[in-house]
């Protein structure tokens, strides 16, 4: 059973910018696939960000290209979400999940962490 532990979420202004970290309690974190994904209220729960278990290959979703960066440090079993130029938009729940292989649909992705609240305020 993976564990997974988000931290990192707040409140900051537009512009501004926020790392959220996951941590896992596996030793096999370095044989997953990573990913962010976040849900505001009355909508669906969508992908930002993944990463392969190596860290050389990234996917990111369209409204948040060139503005987060994700990254890994398999050393220490954790994933991280490093998000600037932050908009009202981007306002949600952010939630750290895991898998063998990297999905861009939540319905595929098997392990999850509770969620940290992102809020931006304009």
């Known amino acids: 059973q993976v564990q997974l532990l988000e931290s990192g979420g707040g409140l900051v202004q537009a512009g501004g910018s926020l790392r959220l970290s996951c941590t896992a309690s596996?030793?096999?974190?370095?044989?997953?696939?990573m990913h962010w994904f976040r849900q505001a209220p009355g909508k669906q729960r969508e992908f930002v960000a993944g990463?392969?278990?190596?860290?050389?290959?990234?996917a990111y979703a369209d409204s948040v290209q060139g503005r987060f960066t994700i990254s890994r440090d398999n050393a220490k079993n954790t994933v991280y979400l490093q998000m600037n130029n932050l908009e009202s938009e981007d306002t949600a729940v952010y939630y750290c999940?895991?898998?063998?292989?990297?999905?861009?649909?939540?319905?595929?992705?098997?392990?999850w962490g509770q969620g940290t609240q992102v809020t931006v305020s304009s």
């Open positions: 596996v030793r096999t974190f370095s044989n997953d696939a």
């Open positions: 999940a895991a898998d063998m292989n990297l999905y861009r649909s939540a319905r595929l992705v098997h392990y």
């Open positions: 990463i392969e278990r190596s860290g050389r290959y990234t």
